[in-house]
């Protein structure tokens, strides 16, 4: 046993409204400067729809993740070495710009300065990769946004695709059978990372102390092969700086326990964060299950309990600090991936064990009872239409567990058992012997505090000061161009008194400063 430790994430589809905060937010913080323009480290897709870049879940396509060979061994779906090597000059298969879209401002300026006359002035789009006018504006990132363009693009969706292959028109996009919902992605953080392992550059590494992935902005080549392994197409090429760019988790906030800025900007509050134990050795093995069907089931298996004593054993064996078990034991993720298994993970087909799981949204259920005359929150009712959600169980069987809808129907049971549970305690006819499991459950979904929705270990004060100088030591400045230096009086990219500057590091204290501040129920208490 080799017990590693990693920052995971759930998210709570039931809450989530598509409102785009942790969009706006995260791309304010780190995708905000030349080269980036078209580069959404987090967004949010309606299902079904075709998502960001456009049906980048087709692999068929893509070549993105693992897949076994005759062997029954994990290799990269794009292709061996002697094929990334005959194709590292001009890597084929990419997503193109019209796959993304063409970033573009309009023209305000001819608004504003254009001189009086007979014809009122118009702005015209303009693209901000070339800087010439725009006859078309053809896709964008939310293009199919709230279904939008589903009566057009619906049947393109990989997912209705390949249920339609299987059981006919079960998908429908007439008006009044129309159904969605909204899927926020990030970065998964894979424990077994297809970008990692085709990067010829070895610029894309996995942090062992946290599980993050990052990309090494020096030794990174711009080979692109990291773009084609990912399946989630999640690492995004920076045309003005020649690198691979991706999510960071946030890092440099995760390390003084804060949480990721979608986290924090959510006004939902449907993520959750913590650490997950798990046995390395076991990866692989998971990772090379036979049947797709079997891998969620499989990544459960990896998964480690902090409580057990062989495992805390081994874990202090392993150098994991006593803070992280102990992060480890209260861990929102856990309870929700292990104990309740609610939440699910997103196509675990993939083979990349991703670390970003969903709880499966189970409100259209209620609406769709209550529309029919019947009580939409009576336990009986949930339970009998859970196999007629608006939202086909099938649909999300796909997204979530590779077709087998066993775990999708449970997790959407014990939803609705929580539901139907609570009800009765809020109308007085709970059973005498109340359910402290589903209370709990109920806490933690609904009205769980800042620090039970994310309970994030803090790096020790001299190693965070160590992260930040090997950050800035090496160029990974997030707010500067290549070999441009943070001027006096310029803020770094680490906080007001970070930087390339003859000062001390504080940013740490600013850090905990902001935390104080952020957790703070009234302004005297900061």
């Known amino acids: 046993m080799r017990v590693m430790a990693q920052i995971a994430m759930v998210m709570n589809l039931d809450k989530c409204i598509g409102c785009h905060a942790c969009s706006v937010t995260c791309k304010q913080t780190w995708t905000n400067r030349r080269g980036m323009e078209y580069v959404w480290f987090n967004n949010v897709e309606t299902r079904p729809g075709l998502g960001y870049p456009r049906r980048y879940s087709d692999q068929e396509k893509w070549k993105g993740g693992w897949e076994l060979d005759r062997r029954g061994r994990l290799k990269l779906k794009q292709g061996g070495r002697l094929r990334k090597l005959a194709e590292i000059f001009a890597n084929p298969v990419l997503p193109t710009v019209e796959d993304y879209y063409e970033p573009w401002t309009y023209d305000y300026g001819n608004l504003q300065q254009a001189p009086l006359g007979d014809d009122y002035p118009v702005a015209r789009p303009r693209s901000l990769l070339t800087g010439k006018p725009m006859d078309t504006i053809r896709w964008s990132a939310n293009w199919d946004d709230n279904l939008g363009g589903t009566t057009e693009h619906g049947s393109q969706d990989p997912i209705v695709q390949k249920m339609r292959e299987k059981v006919g028109e079960t998908v429908r996009f007439a008006f009044e059978q129309a159904f969605m919902f909204y899927l926020p992605r990030i970065c998964e953080h894979c424990l077994n990372p297809a970008c990692v392992a085709s990067c010829p550059s070895g610029a894309l590494y996995k942090r062992a102390e946290d599980g993050i992935v990052l990309v090494d902005q020096d030794r990174c080549r711009g080979w692109q092969q990291c773009v084609t392994a990912c399946p989630y197409k999640k690492i995004y090429f920076n045309h003005r700086t020649g690198k691979a760019e991706k999510c960071t988790f946030c890092y440099p906030r995760v390390e003084v326990g804060l949480p990721t800025v979608c986290s924090e900007t959510c006004p939902g509050r449907l993520r959750y964060l913590g650490v997950m134990l798990y046995d390395a050795d076991r990866v692989a093995a998971a990772a090379e299950t036979t049947d797709d069907r079997d891998l969620y089931e499989a990544q459960l298996g990896v ?109 959407l049971g014990r939803l609705a058992a929580m539901r139907a549970y609570m009800r009765e305690v809020n109308l007085g006819t709970a059973p005498e012997e109340p359910s402290t499991e589903i209370e709990e459950m109920y806490r933690l979904l609904a009205i769980a ?56 590091l504080i940013s740490l204290e600013n850090f905990h400063a902001m935390r104080r501040r952020q957790k703070a129920d009234r302004q005297e208490e900061v």
């Open 303 to 411: 998964f480690l309990d902090p409580n057990d004593p062989e495992v805390a054993r081994a874990a202090e064996s392993a150098g994991v600090p006593y803070e992280w078990m102990q992060a480890a034991r209260r861990s929102p993720v856990r309870k929700l991936i292990c104990d309740y298994k609610v939440a699910l993970p997103l196509h675990p087909e993939f083979r990349t064990m991703p670390m970003v799981w969903y709880i499966p949204p189970l409100s259209p259920v209620v609406d769709a009872i209550a529309e029919s005359g019947h009580d939409g929150e009576d336990g009986d009712n949930l339970f009998g239409a859970i196999d007629a959600l608006r939202i086909p169980i099938e649909y999300l069987a796909e997204l979530f567990t590779a077709g087998d809808v066993v775990p999708v129907r449970s997790a």
């Open 449 to 504: 505090k800042y620090e039970e929705r994310y309970v994030i270990p803090t790096a020790a004060m001299a190693d965070a000061h160590a992260m930040e100088e090997a950050a800035l030591a090496s160029g990974c400045s997030v707010d500067y161009d290549e070999g441009q230096e943070a001027a006096d009086g310029v803020p770094g990219p680490f906080g007001d008194d970070s930087g390339k500057k003859a000062l001390p």
